[in-house]
Nanobody, 122 residues
Framework: QVQLVESGGGLVQAGGSLRLSCAAS????????MGWFRQAPGKEREFVAS????????YYADSVKGRFTISRDNAKNTVYLQMNSLKPEDTAVYYC???????????????WGQGTQVTVSS
């Protein structure tokens, strides 16, 4: 089973950028659909973006379309989330998820990372 470690979070001013990385263990990374989710204080975890095994299917939440970009490098067992034009409402713990399933990440069965904090100041 894959293990996930996120990095790249931090404190940034509104309008700034961050790039999150999620490194996966194991030699079957390319068989996993990967996703990013986030959870703000007092709110439920929500979908941010996902990318299919080969990168051919990419989905975004409406709230991040045009500002965030998900990508993956199967040779490096890593998925990325480039976040531009950050807003205070993007503040949350960001989680990486992996699902051995085509196209989408099934929240109930996915493997999760430990999360990385992103704080956007106004």
């Amino acid at each position: 089973q894959v293990q996930l470690v996120e990095s790249g979070g931090g404190l940034v001013q509104a309008g700034g950028s961050l790039r999150l990385s999620c490194a996966a263990s194991g030699r079957t990374f390319s068989s996993y659909t990967m996703g990013w989710f986030r959870q703000a204080p007092g709110k439920e975890r929500e979908f941010v973006a996902s990318i299919s095994r080969s990168g051919g299917n990419i989905y975004y939440a409406d709230s991040v379309k045009g500002r965030f970009t998900i990508s993956r490098d199967n040779a490096k067992n890593t998925v990325y989330l480039q976040m531009n034009s950050l807003k205070p409402e993007d503040t949350a713990v960001y989680y990486c998820a992996a699902d051995n399933y085509p196209v989408v990440v099934r929240v109930g069965v996915a493997t999760w990372g430990q999360g990385t904090q992103v704080t956007v100041s106004s």
